[in-house]
């Protein structure tokens, strides 16, 4: 059987029902993969992790990025069974695959709880226009520590 775009659509949305069923979390999967494999997969692990960072599509980042032993997925492409949230989206930016994939969109999630809309109206706020309060303070000394970066020779660049 070839592995083609529909193949891998289809596990990542397999994975968001066997996730949702088991109880880990929302009805969410990923799926990456790289020269035609797949090298991670996820679901959603909100709820059994107790950690709301756990999407479907930022737990496959990092278990990539472990296969990989890198911090990009470069050559690679991420499958999701729906359009990423500002968090996923934030973090697939972050780690640079060249595509991404994904089954139902943001308005069929909000149809069902899962509405975003509130977090990029937020970002499109000034900070003291925001739901949650954002205090900027100590500037004056974080900022040696950013020097000290833009000075360092033997950093790695991201």
Same mark, same amino acid.
């Given at each position: 059987m070839e592995k083609d775009h529909s193949y891998f659509l289809k596990r990542a949305i397999q994975l968001a029902e066997e996730g949702m069923d088991k109880g880990d979390g929302? $009805?969410?999967g990923a799926v990456i993969v790289k020269d035609g494999e797949i090298i991670a *997969? /996820?679901?959603n692990n909100v709820t059994s992790f107790n950690d709301p960072t756990a999407h479907a599509e930022v737990v =496959? #980042? !990092?278990k990539a990025c472990e296969e990989l032993k890198s911090f990009q997925l470069e050559g690679c492409i991420l499958y999701t069974s729906c359009e990423p949230c500002p968090m996923c989206l934030g973090a697939i930016y972050w780690a640079r695959p060249e595509k991404v994939y994904y089954a139902l969109n943001r308005q069929d999630a /909000? @149809? #069902?709880g899962f509405d975003d809309q509130f977090v990029y109206d937020e970002i499109g706020r *000034?900070?003291?226009e925001r @739901? #949650? $309060?954002?205090i900027n303070m100590m500037r004056e000394e974080g900022l040696p520590v950013f020097q000290k970066w833009e =000075? @360092?020779?033997d !950093? #790695?660049?991201y």
């Open positions: 929302g $009805p969410f *997969e /996820a679901s =496959a #980042i !990092r /909000a @149809k #069902i *000034e900070m003291n @739901k #949650i $309060p954002f =000075a @360092k020779e !950093r #790695i660049d």
